[in-house]
């Protein structure tokens, strides 16, 4: 009762300083509803590896280094001296310390001049967010602020806006850019000489300038330090330690470790302060490191840039990204990204060609096609050396990137579903160009990135699956319900099989006599003018693509895949993954079986196929044709000549086997005088007209426009025929030219206009093709 009643005594007592302070606290409340503190702080983009290092960094949008930090990546000691020398009483003050007031007031009137502020933490946010003129009317606005900010945000909070906010000097704010910049690490790691440095600059950030008065910031730095030793603050050990560091830092640049890339990103995360991609660092600095130095030694060859991209082949994570041998060359373009550069991709695509045409059933990898002079209507492909190889097995043929069994294959799969493959596997630029595009495509007729082409063998990797590549941890990686089959499982190992064979022209001579070679699925390719030399590989574990070449387009004799792109490609997998590689083979696929075939043709063995070597195949899917490369000839007895069906004796004839060459192989041989078993010739006086395989115009081509300028130009008369023709008749609009043996090259000035050109052998097949001459 008594106590109440004195309760009461007091109230009465004090009821008018109760209500206006109730009544200050409720208008406080209601103008911090009415007109809420709302800070916005633009930050810089920091970009990060794998592991949490700084890769790059961008200017926020008031073109200032500030970077985003959590209270729990700053050390214990650079907090620690902040608040102790800013704000000791943060923790249980409500945004203003009405004790810091008293004595800063104080302290003023006795010396007649200001000699130390009042403002706490919180006060010094709300001044770095909304700087004024320093007047005691903002001052008051600032107090108010710095209440409200103490309303809707945690002590946690408003100390980590301080320390992305405090000044540095120039256009460097918060102590992770400082930390970076001053001293090229993270504030987590920050010594206690360098966090007592972060803790004093802010308050002279312009006289104390790092790199320039260093001497200055030492002696300031020291007096701190025999504050912090009188307070206990820290241990005399540290402390101790911290007076003998010297202070000979400086600023540096930001740091750019992955700059193609960070650049590119910057382009789609402009608002974010934080990007966490999937680089490896340490990778990236040693692919980085490698390729520079590879470079350098091709510059007296005129090869100044190289691009190179790591792929880990399990998530679809680039773990490295070099866009060009040196970001900083300006001499050489060097900040172009050869990663995402527009470049003829020479014969890359071939091994996906192959495995469309293992998946249709057209070809299996030991079948043999024909390496000979071929038109494809207006198409007149070579080899890369001008020479032709005859008859090869489809993994020879793509073991030496020969050019014609290539296109013949992409004319039998299909320019437009092999197009639309492509499209559907991550080729935006190839969509872009698709309606111009035709058979050359095998050879590198087209522009692609090396981002594409390494992400489409990452593919083989991984069961012939495509996944879209991953830049950032926070991507979800692709579910196998996503993702989609570039090729069929056993088409991926048998193109595995084929390129992880060594003996093959574009294997780096260097390697030869190395033991721990890694052990690598690898194709090369050479654009048409050597203007980009390309190699790409993959194990188990990674996938690794190289361009070589000049940004400038500009063709060098040595910009070949072989010589100049395949050594870098075997150093960057024996650096990064030579032991590894060997110890992991890829899955051998449930519907890939293996069967003997001839070692002719390739095909399913007949009786008279006396040789045979083991292929893959792909039951109910590969083809199933037998062989037929000899064949039943009736010959007289003494060999002398052959019969047909209508030139047949009743007796005094045999029946042998001979090579069932095409007209084709055979031109092929005659032309390069390579001896082969001829079938005797038929009976001369045999009358039968034969109506099948009649001559092969191969010069010139049907349709085609041939322009003489005026001048008397001649063209070449040649054709293809089957073995038994001795020689043939060139007729010209009808007329005849000349008879000449069936091999012989005749040469002639054709007439303006429409010509009819028509060759007739000694059977009576004829042939007629028509030109336009201008």
Not at 90 to 102: A, D, M, Q, R, W
Not at 157 to 166: G, S
Not at 538 to 554: A, E, L, M, S
Not at 673 to 695: G, M, Q, R, Y
């Amino acid at each position: 009762m008594k106590t109440s009643l004195r309760i009461s005594k007091l109230f009465f007592r004090y009821r008018h300083f109760l209500y206006m302070s109730g009544g200050i606290l409720l208008i406080l409340i209601v103008l911090h509803l009415a007109f809420p503190f709302k800070p916005s702080i633009s930050y810089s983009t920091v970009y990060t590896s794998r592991e949490g290092s700084v890769l790059g960094a961008t200017l926020n949008n008031t073109d200032k280094w500030r970077m985003e930090v959590q209270l729990e990546d700053v050390s214990e000691e650079l907090i620690t001296a902040i608040l102790f020398k800013e704000d000791r009483f943060f923790y249980y003050h409500l945004g203003v310390n009405p004790l810091s007031i008293i004595r800063a007031l104080s302290n003023n009137i006795l010396q007649q001049k200001v000699t130390s502020g009042a403002s706490t933490i919180s006060m010094q946010v709300v001044r770095l967010l909304t700087p004024k003129p320093r007047t005691l009317g903002n001052k008051i606005i600032e107090a108010i602020h710095a209440i409200q900010l103490e309303l809707s945000f945690s002590k946690k909070e408003i100390l980590e806006m301080y320390l992305n906010l405090i000044p540095y000097g120039g256009n460097i704010e918060g102590v992770k850019a400082a930390s970076l910049l001053y001293f090229d690490q993270s504030p987590k790691q920050l010594s206690l000489s360098q966090a007592t440095i972060l803790a004093i600059i802010p308050n002279r950030p312009t006289s104390w300038r790092i790199g320039q008065d260093n001497q200055a910031i030492q002696e300031g730095r020291d007096k701190w330090l025999r504050t912090f030793e009188e307070a206990a603050l820290f241990p005399k050990t540290s402390i101790a330690t911290a007076f003998d560091e010297p202070v000979n830092t400086y600023r540096r640049n930001i740091v750019k470790k992955a700059p193609h890339l960070t650049r590119w990103l910057g382009r789609k995360f402009q608002k974010t302060s934080k990007v966490n991609t999937t680089i490896d660092a340490s990778l990236q600095f040693q692919t980085q490191t490698l390729t520079k130095r590879y470079v350098q030694k091709l510059h007296h060859y005129g090869i100044h840039q190289a691009a190179v991209l790591v792929i880990d082949n399990e998530h679809r994570e680039v773990l490295a990204y070099v866009g060009s041998a040196d970001f900083h060359n300006n001499r050489f373009s060097g900040q172009i990204d050869g990663v995402r550069a527009l470049r003829s991709p020479g014969s890359t695509l071939k091994p996906f060609i192959y495995g469309m045409a293992f998946d249709q059933g057209i070809y299996t990898p030991q079948q043999k096609v024909l390496d000979v002079e071929t038109h494809f209507k207006n198409y007149s492909p070579k080899n890369y050396d001008n020479h032709f190889h005859g008859s090869v097995s489809i993994a020879a043929a793509l073991q030496q990137s020969l050019n014609i069994p290539a296109v013949k294959a992409l004319d039998k799969v299909g320019l437009y579903p092999f197009i639309q493959a492509l499209k559907k596997n991550g080729f935006e630029s190839i969509g872009k160009q698709e309606h111009r595009l035709g058979l050359s495509l095998a050879l590198g007729g087209c522009g692609v990135k090396l981002l594409e082409v390494t992400n489409l063998y990452a593919s083989l990797a991984n069961k012939g699956t495509y996944m879209p590549l991953r830049f950032l941890l926070s991507e979800q990686p692709t579910t196998p319900q996503t993702s989609q089959a570039v090729v069929s499982e056993a088409s991926a190992y048998m193109l595995q099989d084929i390129l992880t064979e060594v003996k093959r022209p574009d294997f780096p001579q260097q390697f030869l006599e190395k033991s721990n070679l890694p052990k690598i699925a690898w194709k090369t390719g050479t654009s048409y003018g050597r203007k980009d030399a390309w190699s790409v590989g993959f194990n188990k574990r990674y996938t690794i693509g190289v361009w070589v070449g000049n940004f400038d387009g500009q063709g060098v004799y040595r910009l070949t895949g072989a010589q100049a792109a395949a050594p870098l490609l075997f150093e960057l997998f024996k650096a990064i993954d030579s032991n590894a590689s060997r110890s992991q083979a890829f899955s051998y696929p449930e519907r890939l079986q293996e069967r003997d075939v001839c070692a002719v043709s390739g095909k399913i063995p007949e009786f008279f196929c006396d040789k045979t070597v083991v292929d893959y195949y792909i039951p109910q899917v590969s083809p199933t044709q037998k062989c037929t490369h000899m064949h039943y000839v009736f010959t007289s007895e003494d060999d002398m000549h052959s019969y047909c069906s209508d030139c047949l004796p009743y007796n005094g004839y045999k029946r042998t086997l001979y090579p069932n060459y095409s007209p084709a192989l055979i031109a092929y041989y005659q032309k390069e005088n390579i001896p082969f078993e001829h079938t005797p010739p038929h009976l001369n006086s045999c009358k039968a007209v034969l109506s099948d395989h009649p001559p092969t115009i191969t010069s010139p081509l049907d349709r085609r426009t041939y322009i003489t300028g005026g001048e008397a130009v001649q063209l070449s008369l040649e054709c293809q025929t089957n073995q038994e023709v001795e020689y043939v008749y060139w007729y010209i609009n009808d007329q005849l030219l000349k008879k000449v043996d069936s091999q012989e090259a005749l040469f002639f000035t054709p007439p303006k206009g429409e010509v009819k050109i028509s060759c007739s052998d000694d059977k009576g097949r004829n042939t007629d093709i028509y030109i336009t001459v201008i």
